[in-house]
């Protein structure tokens, strides 16, 4: 049953391969919706580590996706002994926290509030789903899906290595502590400029905001806080049984892939996000005066890395 899994997702993730690397090859034989270098709407260059490419780059992506193809066959082949771990983990960690970047988390948290906006009204600037998802965001979203087919090739390849027993229940309770507190920092300077106080930022910085930008700020902040009593649950009852006070579901088993799902994408989305920050940290845009508006933010892989441990300890426990 192992083998026939590990094969079925080893063959999704090739099939992947085979069709992003022909879109590679035909950008770079001047096809249109090249998602990098002049075409992507990433001021400065300064969000993308693939900013300043051409689309010859395409030849690249053609050539990675060759040797992801080759990979992912040896997965499906099994009985290839660790050789093809070596391969497939690096492939998967590139496609899903290096290749995307901090758009494609402000994507997913201001969509819930692009789709209600019209029932109540509100103009948000004239902004759409557009605007939320151009397709660079888009194009991102496609490498994180064949990172996640190749890592879940790998996992079913590797199963039975040893590498899952690290996943307890303790260390699971111990992650849901730390991805529950290390967003909390930057929910406080969100909320602080929403109310008008200069939280780890200058006076003048707090002035730039008060046309409304804040007030997203405080909504992205409240959005990272409930996520936050959210994954509480991966640790608690309700978490695997219905509370009695939701009408229709009371004292039904909560579906295991509708906790694990959304979970393991935002840990994905955060982790992506504080890599964008530390490589801006690094490459000096910003100033320790100002350390409000981007000190958080740089911790947050380590938010990202305890939700994805406590996500795995909750689907061991309960698969």
């Known amino acids: 049953m192992e083998t026939r899994t590990s094969g079925r997702r080893a063959h999704a993730a090739a099939l992947w391969a085979l069709g992003y690397g022909l879109l590679g090859a035909a950008w770079a034989l001047?096809?249109?919706?090249?998602?990098?270098?002049?075409?992507?709407p990433d001021p400065d260059g300064a969000l993308s580590v693939l900013a300043g490419v051409t689309p010859g780059f395409g030849w690249w992506i053609a050539a990675f996706a060759l040797l992801t193809l080759a990979t992912a066959l040896a997965l499906s082949r099994g009985g290839g002994g660790r050789a093809p771990l070596y391969l497939a983990w690096p492939i998967a960690v590139l496609?899903?926290?290096?290749?995307?970047?901090?758009?494609?988390?402000?994507?997913v948290a201001y969509t819930p509030l692009l789709l209600v906006a019209p029932l109540f009204g509100w103009s948000l600037g004239g902004a759409t789903l557009a605007d939320a998802w151009p397709w660079p965001v888009?194009?991102?979203?496609v490498c994180v899906l064949g990172g996640l087919l190749l890592a879940g090739a790998a996992l079913a390849y590797g199963r039975d290595r040893g590498v899952a027993g690290w996943f307890t229940p303790e260390r699971g309770r111990r992650a849901v502590y730390v991805a529950v507190a290390v967003p909390l920092v930057y929910c406080l300077t969100r909320w602080a400029w929403a109310l008008g106080?200069?939280?780890?930022v200058s006076p003048e910085f707090l002035a730039q905001g008060e046309d409304g930008l804040w007030l997203a700020g405080a909504y992205l902040a409240t959005f990272g806080a409930f996520g936050g009593v959210l994954?509480?649950?991966?640790?608690?009852?309700?978490g695997e049984v219905f509370p009695r006070w939701i009408p229709g579901l009371r004292g039904r088993r909560v579906p295991l892939l509708l906790a694990v799902i959304p979970a393991g994408f935002v840990s994905i989305v955060v982790t992506v996000a504080g890599l964008t920050y530390i490589r801006a940290t690094i490459a000096g845009r910003f100033t320790l005066d100002e350390?409000?508006?981007?000190?958080p933010e740089c911790f947050w892989p380590i938010w990202g890395a305890a939700l994805a441990t406590a996500t795995t300890c909750y689907f061991r426990r309960r698969s």
């Not at 106080?197 to 780890?200: I, S, T």
């Not at 350390?291 to 000190?295: D, E, K, V």
């Open 30 to 40: 001047g096809a249109p919706g090249f998602p990098w270098g002049a075409s992507d």
């Open 291 to 295: 350390w409000g508006a981007w000190l």
């Open 95 to 107: 496609l899903v926290l290096v290749v995307p970047d901090s758009r494609l988390m402000m994507g």
């Open 138 to 141: 888009l194009n991102q979203l």
């Open 231 to 238: 994954t509480l649950g991966l640790t608690q009852r309700w």
């Open 197 to 200: 106080l200069p939280l780890g």
